[in-house]
């Protein structure tokens, strides 16, 4: 006899993304050129390494606080308070480990088994699993293309229709990954209305918030309006701004009297980020990591220039020109198979991008896409769509 699972249902069932599934054909494969992820090629900066590496030689290897140690906090708080001009007290700040931790933290915090989660998709995919994980219903209400006006458009009555009493959070990353679609000012402020008036806590994922096109400092924060005791569970991370994917640190910022419970989080989550890395995080948010944060954004404003000047010569391939984040979110039409094209795109092309399938739970209307990443060396990233051309053209 087959022993019963230990595993519950929940966590048993859950499906691999649909970037692993392209990922798992050649991940590391010299041949194969990298778009897939959400990360530049290039390694973090000398001086933010270097702090790490002090930190470690000096013996910063004990537990900490493990909401984060107090200078990171008060660093974080700064840093909010110059980009966007939100009031942030170092309370309000809680370092669980990755942004992903970060998005758990939040989950945990606010659902339970049987309730749901609003998500504006198509999305990163990650979130899916993370509300199945805390026994939460993914409930996705999908951006409109408007190609008329050239842009991705959320349907505010969309969204609040989709809520309904078991609805315990609303999740929104603005700017998005993969649409690179950005909330305004306006909308965030009817958004919070409405979730102050149901009692639904937004999780507003602005991972993205500084890497912006079109002038300013931070994307539209739902920092910068709510208050201090609004359910706002803001996520942010070192790794897209600074080049630090691999480091596994981010921050959660939640309400003020929150204290407590994210105190609990994450002392049984993890007991706190890695003390020494956490050092390095710190020299982020120095003048020098502000000077390198603007020259990634230049370095994807000149990605998205090359993306955007190859798809002038497609015929089959168009986009919505991404107001921040750093990808392509290309459709091509006649491709109905994302998957299958991604695989295969591995396989016979080298090329590893990631199929718009992933990004809504299978939601038909984005297997017509793919995304890439466009925070690349402009050289590999020709060569990459090149390659995709060919591919179009043979569908
Ligand atoms: C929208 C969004 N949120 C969160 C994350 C996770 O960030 P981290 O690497 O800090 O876990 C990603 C990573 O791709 C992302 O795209």
């Not at 392209?22 to 270097?50: K, N, S, Y």
């Not at 600074?242 to 049984?268: D, F, N, Y």
């Not at 000149?302 to 089959?316: A, F, L, P, Y």
Request: proline share 6%; glycine share 10%; hydrophobic share 40%.
């Amino acid at each position: 006899m087959t022993p019963k699972s230990p595993i519950r249902p929940a966590i048993r069932d859950l499906e691999p993304s649909g970037i692993t599934k392209v990922t798992a054909l050649g991940l590391g494969h010299p041949d194969v050129l990298p778009l897939w992820f959400g990360e530049t090629d290039l390694a973090t900066p000398p001086f933010i390494r270097q702090a790490a590496i002090d930190a470690l030689e000096s013996g910063k290897t004990f537990y900490t606080n493990a909401r984060g140690i107090l200078p990171l906090r008060e660093a974080i708080a700064a840093f909010h308070k110059r980009t966007s001009g939100a009031d942030i007290g170092v309370e309000r700040i809680t370092i669980p480990g990755a942004a992903m931790l970060a998005v758990v933290t939040a989950l945990q915090m606010v659902c339970e088994t049987g309730d749901n989660i609003v998500i504006v998709s198509p999305i990163w995919p990650n979130i899916f699993q993370a509300a199945k994980v805390v026994g939460a219903e993914p409930r996705l209400v999908r951006l409109d293309e408007d190609w008329d006006k050239g842009r991705w458009r959320l349907d505010l009555d969309k969204l609040f229709d989709a809520c309904d009493g078991r609805t315990k959070a609303m999740f929104i990353a603005s700017p998005g990954n993969p649409t690179g679609w950005m909330l305004t000012a306006e909308e965030q402020k009817r958004i919070l209305d409405f979730t102050r008036e149901r009692g639904i806590a937004i999780i507003a994922d602005e991972v993205y918030g500084t890497l912006i096109y079109d002038g300013g400092s931070h994307a539209p924060s739902f920092l910068s309006i709510a208050d201090d005791e609004d359910a706002v569970f803001a996520i942010n991370s070192f790794s897209k701004p600074w080049a630090m994917t691999g480091w596994r640190i981010g921050w959660l910022v939640h309400p003020k009297s929150v204290e407590p419970a994210a105190a609990a989080m994450a002392q049984c989550n993890n007991t706190g980020a890695t003390h020494f890395l956490q050092y390095g995080a710190l020299a982020a948010l120095s003048p020098q990591g502000d000077a390198f944060r603007g020259e990634l954004l230049d370095r994807c404003r000149h990605g998205r220039d090359v993306v955007e000047g190859w798809i002038r010569k497609q015929n089959r391939v168009r986009w919505f020109r991404p107001e921040g984040a750093f990808y392509g979110f290309l459709h091509v039409d006649g491709l109905k198979d994302s998957l299958g094209f991604c695989q295969s795109m591995v396989r016979d092309d080298k090329v590893g991008i990631a199929p718009g399938w992933a990004f809504s739970l299978g939601d038909p209307r984005d297997d017509s896409y793919v995304r890439i990443c466009f925070a690349q060396d402009s050289g590999r990233m020709e060569q990459a769509l090149e390659r995709l051309e060919g591919a179009i053209r043979k569908l």
